[in-house]
């Protein structure tokens, strides 16, 4: 391994999969991005971690984003700030989504949705919820694995690669070997060296973290959202995937591009499953870029609806006709 391999991955982990980490300053972050009401001219952004990360994540995306944007990143359970999921069922994304729909009733404006694997699946679980209050999605490799079950050849292939490294994290939980259970989680996703690459303290909090492995494994395989319903989520989607990433990942990426019906697919350079750590800077102004170009073109059609329906008998009409009708297309270049 090169050391700017090992360099990236340890950036990565330090950053990212460490809870103790991430957490230590999440509720400042979130009370920090939520101050602001959004208005016309202040947009709301609701950014979803990866499992075993927590809200420091998007911290730099929310630099990038500006004082236009009122950033919001939620954590899920298992991160400190939420506590563990209360076992009075069976675990569900819809579970995890719960939260987010919240935030997203509680907006007086439609929100762009962000999210980063295990907070990609949730994303997209919440915007099935809500379609009609998503203005924008941007997400970097979510891990919808239910999307894999129904496929064969290479996707059955894939499939089975998720269902294995579930396996062999579950079953360090269930015999409390937490230690064998974190190293293959991280070890998958990172790439192999990554885990004996942490600081103790990490591998400490990853420890800590990983009971809520499993259960997150299980609600993105067991998802009960059909392929067909996302077509459904009509709203611009930038889904972005590494040039070296697992081949589950890269698969659900390219499916998604054909299933949402106005997605754009971008492919980062040399990073991987982890991008949104080793690349930070690049992935971050994809986002921005996206949310930007979504944000004027909505600011453009109210503007034109406006203009054009400006008469009281024509307001009603124009709600209903003009946005109905209104398409963004199926635009494939980043």
Not at 147 to 162: D, H, N, P, Q, V
Not at 271 to 277: I, K, L, W
């Amino acid at each position: 391994m090169s050391s700017s391999t090992t360099k990236a991955r340890n950036d990565h982990e330090e950053a990212g999969a460490s809870a103790a980490t991430l957490r230590s300053e999440t509720q400042r972050d979130i009370n920090a991005v939520t101050r602001h009401k959004p208005t016309r001219n202040h947009m709301r952004v609701v950014a979803l971690h990866c499992s075993g990360a927590g809200a420091g994540q998007w911290r730099q995306l929310g630099d990038a984003l500006g004082s236009r944007y009122d950033l919001v990143a939620p954590e899920h359970y298992g991160c400190d700030s939420v506590g563990p999921w209360s076992g009075e069922h069976a675990f569900t994304l819809a579970d995890e989504a719960a939260r987010t729909i919240e935030i997203i009733d509680r907006s007086d404006c439609t929100v762009h949705l962000v999210g980063h694997s295990y907070g990609g699946g949730v994303a997209l679980r919440a915007a099935i919820e809500r379609p009609n209050r998503i203005a924008s999605i941007a997400l970097y490799e979510p891990t919808a694995f239910h999307l894999l079950k129904a496929t064969s050849g290479r996707g059955a292939t894939a499939f089975a690669e998720i269902l294995a490294i579930a396996a062999e994290t579950a079953e360090g939980v269930i015999t409390g070997d937490h230690r064998r259970a974190a190293a293959s989680f991280v070890d998958y996703w990172g790439g192999r060296g990554a885990w004996a690459a942490l600081r103790p303290s990490v591998r400490a909090a990853l420890m800590r973290w990983v009971p809520k492995a499993p259960l997150d494994f299980r609600a993105l395989i067991d998802e009960p959202t059909s392929a067909f319903t996302y077509a459904n989520l009509r709203c611009p989607a930038l889904i972005i995937r590494g040039e070296h990433s697992p081949a589950p990942t890269r698969l659900i990426a390219d499916m998604l591009r054909t299933l949402l019906p106005a997605a754009s697919l971008a492919v980062i350079a040399s990073a991987g499953h982890m991008g949104p750590f080793t690349h930070t800077s690049e992935i971050n102004a994809a986002i921005v870029r996206h949310i930007a170009s979504t944000s004027m073109r909505d600011t453009k059609m109210g503007s034109f609806l406006h203009h054009e329906f400006s008469r009281p008998q024509d307001r009603v009409v124009g709600d209903i006709v003009g946005l109905n009708t209104y398409n963004p297309g199926r635009n494939r270049d980043v």
